[in-house]
């Protein structure tokens, strides 16, 4: 005869949700806990699953995150490159060589170059009237020096035209390193003409 306290712990339990392949009830010797055959109890299997889970929720935001980083990366440098192609003056990007990495519309249209010719020519005696080469071929050597700087040059473009021209200069540090020069010219030949025309007439009222 079967005592009525065992009766009693059988009928506690709750029926198994685990099986063997043989589809026999498996359970643990402890009580209540039924027992997968090859993971252990199922409360133990269900706790790794949301370890795991969790671990899976983490890493895959790290990746959401990476890829929007990239994309916010991606969309800065296409609007610094719209920036650059779009403005009215002339800019140029100059690579530790002093070679053209980068010159956008309004440079080549202001000196009459086209992109595969400006990768032959040497910007710092571009088109320098002789009279001031000497002292303009100083300019861009003192940028690479690091030093920013702000002046007046009279450039001759490719017809033959000399140009009165605003050049700001800046180097592209990194790490403490000139990795290359950021130059912006803008015409200032009309501005130049019309003040020496005022100072003519003031001369001529003398």
């Known amino acids: ?17 685990c099986y063997r392949p043989a589809g026999t009830e498996f359970w643990n010797c402890s009580r209540d806990a039924p ?13 790794a699953h949301a370890v795991l889970s969790g671990v899976g929720l983490i890493v895959g935001s790290e990746v959401s995150e990476r890829h929007r980083l990239a994309i916010d990366l991606n969309d800065q440098n296409t609007y610094l490159d719209l920036l ?10 100059l690579d530790r060589q002093g070679a053209f990495e980068l010159a956008n519309s309004a440079f080549k249209k202001l000196f009459q170059y086209d992109r595969h010719e400006l990768t032959s020519i040497d910007i710092a005696n571009m088109g320098m009237p002789d009279n001031e080469a000497t002292d303009a071929a100083q ?5 690479f ?5 702000h002046t007046t040059v009279r450039q001759r473009r490719k017809d033959g035209k000399i140009l009165d021209l605003a ?40």
């Open 84 to 93: 650059i192609q779009n403005s009215p003056l002339g800019i140029a990007v």
């Open 1 to 17: 005869m079967l005592h009525s306290d065992h009766l009693d712990r059988d009928a506690s339990r709750s029926p198994a949700s």
């Open 145 to 149: 020096a690091g030093n920013a700087l």
């Open 167 to 206: 050049l700001h200069g800046v180097p592209l540090l990194l790490d403490r390193e000139v990795r290359g020069a950021y130059l912006i010219y803008e015409d200032i030949s009309e501005q130049i003409r019309a003040n020496e025309e005022q100072q003519r007439h003031a001369e001529s009222l003398n």
């Open 35 to 47: 027992v997968s055959p090859n993971r252990g109890p199922i409360r133990q299997g269900r706790s």
């Open 139 to 143: 300019l861009i050597p003192q940028i």
